[in-house]
Every structure is written in structure tokens, then in C-alpha cells.
């Protein structure tokens, strides 16, 4: 049964929602980069005209707060590196060119050596393992990084992940290069995940139930219907939602719609027909 929840509600309330720091920034444009691509605009009808200037001037505003070392403030350049925002901010910077947004290429890249760098560590702190798991994905996704990396991650750092979404990043990275049964063993890890890493990725199990399902439908994995089933059941609870819970219900639905239009989903056995 479908997960109960208002796509173009969230959409048009994640629009509304006043500019602040670079979290909220991002969980604010980056459901938007899909708007279109589900079909309507938040009003119902049809895409909004201003859509493409507010997510470009997001953009700008994510790039204004990058650090000279390739990481990210939680409100302006000045401020501290903060590894997880650092790697949420390059994730939607990343799928934002993807889209066909302006995104300075040079700060792209200096975001991602930042990432290369805190993964060549020899140690980490278990904020800096939840971002380095989310940088893994993004990196992995644009082939920068080597698949050897990947590979020690998995069998050095998983366990280390305390967060459903950071486990279900590491199957991202893993399933980028091939590596099935990674990408297996991350995902159902994600499952079981304590979740004591969502303070150090500012998260929460209605967030991680979300990030989950939306990378177990990308991956086309058997664990989608019992991550839609915890995602099912946490939004039927949950009265309230935060800017970055919207946002990866928004990128959860937004990546089944995908995978059901490119092939028929495949859970527990039976197959899910596009649509459904």
C-alpha cells in the first residue's frame, strides 16, 4: 500500500518556507530539483515559472558559505567546517548541476577533495564517519573516487555508521562500482541501524525511514518493502515534520516514481507495476 502522505503538500510547504542556514536552505531546494520531474508543481497545475530562479539563487546562497578547505558553514564561510552539512551541501550542489543549475565547477571540486581527504583518515570522530558515508555516496556517484576506498569503508568504517540514511549511503557508494554485496550487506544494516548518528547528521528515524526507501528504490532492492513499511508507519505518527524530514519524503517518492518508470519493482517476490 502507498506510503500516506501529500507529495505536492510537502512540495508546496518546503516553497513557503523562509530561507536560514545551509541545512535548511538545502532541504528546501533540494525536493524542489523534482518538481517537474513528478509531474506537477506544488500548486496541482503546472510547474511554477520562478521555480528554476529560487533553486539557482539556493545554489548561490550553499556556494556563498563554502570554506577554503572545500567544506561548508552552517551559516556563512566563516563559521566552522560542519562534515555532515559539508556533505549534504555537496550532494544537492552535485544533483542541482545535474539538473542543469549553474554550480561552480571549481567549488565542486574543492568540496570534493575535502571529502577525499577526510576519507584517506586514518581516524575519525562519529560525526566525521556519518558525513564521510554520505561523501562516499556522492563521490562514488561521480566516479572520484577509487573503488579500493569504497571497498575499506565497508569492511573498516560500516558498523561505525550509526544512522539508517548513512548505512544507506555506504550501499549508494558500494552499488556505484558493482559491488553487490556491499551494497547488500549496507542496506540491511541501514534496517537494523541503532540510529545513534542522527545527531551528528541531523536527522531522525522519520528521516533515515525515508532516505532508506528512497535508496532501496533506486537500487531496486527486496529491503524496499519493509523500509516503506517503517516509513508507512512513522508518518502516520508523526503529525509534525521537520525541513529535512520533508525533503527526503519528497527525494523518496521522487526515486520510486523513477524506478517503476524505467522497470517494473520487484518486492518479496511480486512485482510493483508502474503507478502503483
Not at 173 to 189: P, Q, V
Request: aromatic share 8%; glycine share 8%.
Amino acid at each position: 500500500s502507498p506510503v500516506p502522505y501529500d507529495l505536492h503538500g510537502l512540495l508546496a510547504s518546503l516553497d513557503r518556507y523562509p530561507y536560514g542556514c545551509t541545512e535548511q536552505t538545502i532541504s528546501r531546494a533540494l525536493p524542489l530539483l523534482y518538481v517537474n520531474a513528478l509531474g506537477k508543481g506544488a500548486d496541482r497545475t503546472a510547474p511554477d515559472p520562478g521555480l528554476y530562479d529560487r533553486i539557482q539563487d539556493a545554489v548561490q546562497r550553499v556556494l556563498s558559505r563554502q570554506r577554503a578547505d572545500g567544506s561548508f558553514g552552517l551559516w556563512s564561510a566563516r563559521d566552522r567546517a560542519d562534515p555532515w552539512i559539508s556533505a549534504y551541501a555537496l550532494d544537492f550542489l552535485d544533483r542541482a548541476r545535474t539538473e542543469g543549475y549553474a554550480v561552480d565547477a571549481v567549488a565542486l571540486q574543492q568540496s570534493r577533495l575535502y571529502f577525499g581527504n577526510l576519507l584517506n583518515r586514518q581516524s575519525l570522530s562519529d560525526g566525521e564517519t556519518e558525513a564521510a558515508a554520505y561523501g562516499l555516496a556522492v563521490l562514488a556517484r561521480g566516479n572520484a573516487i577509487e573503488p579500493g576506498i569504497v571497498r575499506h569503508f565497508i569492511e573498516a568504517r560500516l558498523d561505525r555508521v550509526g544512522s539508517g540514511m548513512g548505512r544507506a549511503q555506504v550501499a549508494l557508494a558500494a552499488a556505484a562500482f558493482g559491488f553487490a554485496d556491499g551494497a547488500d550487506t549496507a542496506l540491511r544494516a541501514a534496517i537494523g541501524a541503532s540510529g545513534d548518528g542522527r545527531h551528528a547528521s541531523y536527522g531522525s528515524e522519520l528521516r533515515d525511514a525515508a532516505a532508506l526507501v528512497s535508496v532501496a528504490a533506486a537500487l531496486k532492492s527486496d529491503v524496499l518493502r519493509q523500509a516503506a513499511d517503517r516509513l508507512r508507519e512513522l508518518t502516520i505518527a508523526d503529525s509534525y515534520t521537520s525541513t529535512q524530514e520533508k525533503a527526503w519524503m519528497v527525494v523518496a517518492a521522487w526515486e520510486l516514481s523513477r524506478a517503476m518508470a524505467a522497470a517494473p519493482l520487484t518486492v518479496d517476490g511480486q512485482s510493483l507495476p508502474a503507478g502503483q
